[in-house]
T-cell receptor, first 109, second 115 residues
Framework: GESVGLHLPTLSVQEGDNSIINCAYS??????FIWYKQESGKGPQFIIDIRSNMDKRQGQRVTVLLNKTVKHLSLQIAATQPGDSAVYFC????????FGKGTSLLVTP | AAGVIQSPRHLIKEKRETATLKCYPI?????VYWYQQGPGQDPQFLISFYEKMQSDKGSIPDRFSAQQFSDYHSELNMSSLELGDSALYFC??????????????FGPGTRLTVT
């Protein structure tokens, strides 16, 4: 995939608040996006994906929003918990192999 | 549900030695990826295989080689180990739909320490 970038390297939120992690992409032809979560010392874990024919997709406590006009997607985590502390990566397409710089989410009590 | 299996989980080698890491993908997954992740770094893509053929090549050193076998498991062979090879090595697998890959499922990783 083309360049995909996360907007902030570190995000700190209080437990119970909602978290929003943003991601921009450059390839207007991208039609599939994946979010991964990586906890310290563990392999990345698939969270949720979205295809370009959708604007929104919801999972358990997570929602991904896709804005194709500005080539931007976001991952929203509701009622953030300490177990959500991790690095989050977005990739554009299953062909994307470079994770790039993730966003480190830190949940404080 | 079955997950990706990697062995060994930990490996300690000396400089200039060789190492072999193994990966067993999720059953019926036909694509395997290898990543290297140094301390505080993002996962760096090394190489991938689809239906036992190399499909993509990333920043894999010439000292490393890999292959995928008929049972779809994969092995990463590392020779002339250097201190800088110390890292977590992840294997991931996926299955393709109409030839297109989707989300990857990662194994727990092998922590290689070169002394």
């Amino acid at each position: 995939g083309e360049s995909v970038g996360l907007h902030l390297p570190t995000l700190s939120v209080q437990e119970g608040d909602n978290s929003i992690i943003n991601c921009a992409y450059s390839n207007s032809a991208s039609d599939y996006f994946i979010w991964y979560k990586q906890e310290s010392g563990k392999g990345p874990q698939f969270i949720i994906d979205i295809r370009s024919n959708m604007d929104k997709r919801q999972g358990q406590r997570v929602t991904v929003l896709l804005n194709k006009t500005v080539k931007h997607l976001s991952l929203q985590i509701a009622a953030t918990q300490p177990g959500d502390s991790a690095v989050y990566f977005c990739l554009d397409s299953g062909y994307a192999l470079n994770f790039g710089k993730g966003t480190s989410l830190l949940v404080t009590p | 549900a079955a997950g990706v299996i990697q062995s060994p989980r930990h490996l300690i080698k000396e400089k200039r030695e060789t190492a072999t890491l193994k990966c067993y993908p999720i059953p019926r997954h036909d694509t395997v990826y290898w990543y290297q992740q140094g301390p505080g770094q993002d996962p760096q893509f090394l190489i991938s295989f689809y239906e036992k053929m190399q499909s993509d090549k990333g920043s894999i050193p010439d000292r490393f080689s890999a292959q995928q076998f008929s049972d779809y498991h994969s092995e990463l062979n590392m020779s002339s180990l250097e201190l800088g090879d110390s890292a977590l090595y992840f294997c991931a697998s996926t299955t393709r739909v109409a030839g297109r890959p989707y989300e990857q499922y990662f194994g727990p990783g092998t922590r290689l320490t070169v002394t």
